[in-house]
């Protein structure tokens, strides 16, 4: 890594790697082994179902960082709540390796917890590491850096998922994670004397409020509203989870706006500004955060996953792919989780095996009771880390340059750009659709690559620059709490991205979906043009 960025920098990086290696390979396989029968080891739920635990159980995992972040400004500092979330996380991951759906809820406690005590301290922290004179003009790019750790974690995750999935079982895969998660842990361990120094606990002023009336005024409520909502008779949006999540996050965001209402003069601008982008992100994780859910499905049943016969060895002898029968009884449609035959008279239902087939082209589908390879479905979500790790180097040259230009954008213009660009990379969808005459024929999966390619432009631009942005703007005792506000957007966005999903069935005309994507963004992108000029202005008067 470039000499010039802080010693820090290298450690905190694949320390991130390592946490979301065990996460990202978690999460790719979380729906597939919701909707996987129990027969072949999997919890046998039907995709609404599935859809609405995943949304709920990601948005949780990002709810959380509030607490984290808050905690650790307060008493905890950085590298104990990291320590601390990597632990829990850990012994999550492993939890889910134990069969059964006790321990699997007990599990993703564990793992919604962790993680609020490790995301949003460790980018913290190595925000803290650029704020010494020497650093500040290369925060952007210490993101950026960053944030391709990351997503080098994210892409080989899917591979090892694959593999251990297809050779020894789900057990084992999530397993794997845990394992990944400990081996982060030991490389923070060994780094940390390069960022000691800047783990430091911020004292409260006079216009923060005491720990004791937030948990009484925000944490007490949010838990009696959210199991209020959870167990009140009937849904008011659609689930028990849903409106628990919804309800239960009242509080939180109440409070967030209380610290716009309390701050001082000094501080009520910066906070304004990054509440608001904080809202106007929402719309970008509703839409992103579909890749577990609604493209994971396109890719599993719409995707020509068919191994080439030129990596089918390779393939097969790294248990990248499973095999599939072509039966031809199944009359199971894409929107129920087995088939419906009639035996002798009476309706018999049994899991299917070979819906895959059920759009196959003429002229590519096997005879009846042949074998083929197809490709892990899990596989196609390593294509968005895949172009991080690609375009980085290649986004962080195109703003070097402009800036060499002295034409580089804000960061708030970043993260416009980069919600118009995301917007454009639904109407790719659009078109896979239209032109595999809405799913009666297999898609290349060129359209799911292309797709990925655009919104991973998008989030380059605002993502890493969201991160960056929390930490030049926050007041610096509310740093970590805000970078936890950061992760609020994110949760509520995930949550939307699954109740998205759920409407999936409803669709008849699957590119009508990814329009309603695209006027979610489009929308986003408006707002965000509109508001940017007063953005700039804050952002020159707090920044430079």
């Known amino acids: 890594m470039n000499k010039k960025h802080p010693l820090g920098l290298p450690f905190l990086f694949f320390t991130e790697m390592w946490e979301r ?128 750790g990351i997503n080098i974690g994210a892409a080989t995750c899917t591979f090892i998922a694959a593999f251990m999935r297809n050779k020894y079982g789900w057990s084992y895969a999530f397993g794997t994670a845990g394992i990944g998660m400990f081996v982060g842990l030991i490389v923070y361990y060994i780094g940390l004397k390069n960022y000691k120094h800047a783990d430091i606990l911020k004292p409260a002023q006079k216009e923060d409020m005491p720990m004791s009336k937030i948990f009484a005024t925000v944490f007490l409520p949010a838990i009696i509203v959210g199991l209020g909502a959870w167990f009140i008779p009937g849904d008011i949006f659609g689930s028990d989870s849903t409106d628990a999540f919804i309800f239960g996050t009242i509080p939180v965001v109440v409070f967030y706006l209380g610290l716009y209402v309390k701050a001082s003069i000094a501080d009520k601008k910066p906070i304004a500004a990054l509440l608001t982008i904080m809202l106007v992100s929402v719309m970008f994780w509703a839409v992103f955060k ?31 792919v499973e095999k599939v029968t072509n039966k031809v009884d199944s009359v199971e449609a894409f929107n129920e989780k087995f088939s419906v035959i009639k035996e002798n008279g009476k309706v018999k239902k049994i899991w299917d095996k070979n819906v895959y087939f059920r759009n196959l082209q003429p002229a590519l589908t096997p005879t009846e009771n042949t074998e083929i390879s197809l490709f892990n479905t899990e596989l196609f979500q390593s294509i968005n880390p895949l172009w991080v790790i690609i375009l980085t180097p290649l986004v962080v040259a195109f703003f070097a340059f402009l800036k060499r230009k002295k034409s580089e954008p804000s960061t708030a213009s970043k993260i416009a750009f980069g919600l118009l660009i995301s917007a454009l990379s639904t109407l790719v969808m659009v078109a896979g659709v239209i032109y595999c005459s809405n799913g009666a024929e297999k898609a290349s999966a060129w359209w799911l690559i292309g797709c990925y390619g655009v919104v991973t432009i998008g989030e380059l631009f605002l993502s890493p620059m969201g991160l960056s942005l929390v930490s030049k703007l926050s007041p610096k005792r509310l740093t970590a709490l805000m970078m936890g506000g950061w992760f609020l957007s994110t949760s509520i966005g995930n949550k939307l991205s699954g109740i998205l999903a759920k409407t999936w069935d409803n669709y008849t005309d699957k590119a009508n979906y990814f329009l309603v994507n695209f006027v979610l963004l489009a929308f986003a992108t408006i707002v965000m043009f509109m508001l940017l000029k007063w953005l700039n202005k804050i952002l020159k008067e707090n920044i430079e």
């Not at 609404?48 to 990601?58: K, N, P, R």
């Not at 859910?293 to 030129?310: G, H, M, V």
């Open 290 to 320: 579909q890749n577990g859910t609604a493209l994971t499905t396109w890719a599993q049943y719409y995707t020509d996953r068919a191994t080439p016969t030129f990596v089918k060895s390779t393939a097969e002898n790294l248990y990248l």
């Open 21 to 148: 290696f065990g996460y990202y390979l978690m999460i790719g396989i979380f729906q597939l082994y919701l909707t996987t029968s129990v027969e072949k080891g999997g919890l046998g739920m039907a995709r609404g179902e599935a859809a609405d635990i995943y949304g709920t159980f990601i948005a949780f995992v990002f709810l959380t960082p509030f607490l984290g972040g808050l905690l650790a400004d307060r008493i905890l500092g950085y590298s104990k709540s990291i320590f601390l979330g990597g632990v829990l996380m850990g012994l999550g991951y492993l939890g889910l390796a134990i069969p059964g759906t006790t321990y699997f809820y007990i599990s993703l406690f564990l793992i919604v917890l962790g993680n609020g005590f490790f995301k949003p301290n460790i980018s913290t922290l190595l925000g803290n590491l650029y704020n010494e004179e020497k650093y500040k003009h290369l925060k952007d790019s210490g993101y950026n850096i960053f944030y391709s």
